[in-house]
């Protein structure tokens, strides 16, 4: 089966920038998307396509892929994007994949 | 506005079935493909299954393949997962989410339903 690893947890400052990544064999070749869920509610699609956003989704939010590694990067972090947070790829075949996923603490 | 609620989550015995049905409304249901996604308590997002627009396409994780099926009614505007032998490891929210296009594979999930609560016990 296809893994996409993450760290446990990312720790910033508010206005400093945010950057998790999300590893996985020739991640590079495949699109990956990453979802913000919060305490209690359901994931919302931040990132597409390695770098696109969603109507509604701040400028902040920001993504790259290359090689093994895709990166969601916030830019000037605020409160409310503390959470955590998920990379999605696709597997072989029809399957799709989450990452391990990495908690945001705004400090 | 998209809606999508998901129903029929319960707590069931191990071996047990149940069937979750996941209303869609505010959109052309049969342009997108359609998902559903797990999170046991306390714990990361797991895909389960996908269908595209027309049926034509499905896929199942490794951890349910055998066990649970996916369909959709394209009529009513309703997407299913039957779930047969459920495990104790099964237990989990399950979120009915909507892909970005008819077929998978390409985008992401960017409608997702409030869940429905599975316990086996």
């Known amino acids: 089966s296809y893994d996409l690893t993450q760290p446990l947890s990312v720790s910033v400052s508010p206005g400093q920038t945010a950057s998790i990544s999300c590893s996985g064999d020739?991640?590079?070749?495949?699109?990956v998307s990453w979802y913000q869920q919060k305490p209690g509610q359901s994931p919302v699609l931040v990132i597409y396509?390695?770098?696109k956003r969603p109507a509604g989704i701040p400028e902040r939010f920001s993504g790259s892929n290359s090689g093994t590694t895709a990166t969601l990067t916030i830019s000037g972090t605020q409160a409310l994007d503390e959470g955590y947070y998920y990379c999605q790829a696709w597997g072989s075949g029809t399957e799709a994949v989450f990452g391990t996923g990495t908690k945001v603490t705004v400090l | 506005e998209v809606q999508l609620v998901e129903s029929g989550g319960s707590l069931v015995q191990p071996g047990g079935s149940l069937r979750l049905s996941c209303e869609v409304s505010g959109i052309t249901f049969d342009n997108y493909a359609m998902h559903w996604v797990r999170q046991p308590p306390g714990k990361g997002l797991e895909w389960v299954s996908g269908?595209?627009?027309?049926?034509?396409?499905?896929g199942y994780a490794d951890s349910v393949k055998g066990r649970f099926t996916i369909s959709r009614d394209n009529v009513d505007d309703f997407l299913y997962l039957e779930m047969n032998n459920l495990r104790i490891e099964d237990t989990a929210f399950y979120y009915c989410a909507r892909d970005q296009a008819a077929e998978f594979f390409y985008y992401g999930l960017d409608v997702w339903g409030p869940g429905t609560k599975v316990t086996v016990s």
């Open positions: 396509q390695d770098s």
């Open positions: 269908i595209n627009w027309n049926s034509g396409n499905i």
């Open positions: 020739d991640l590079g070749y495949k699109h």
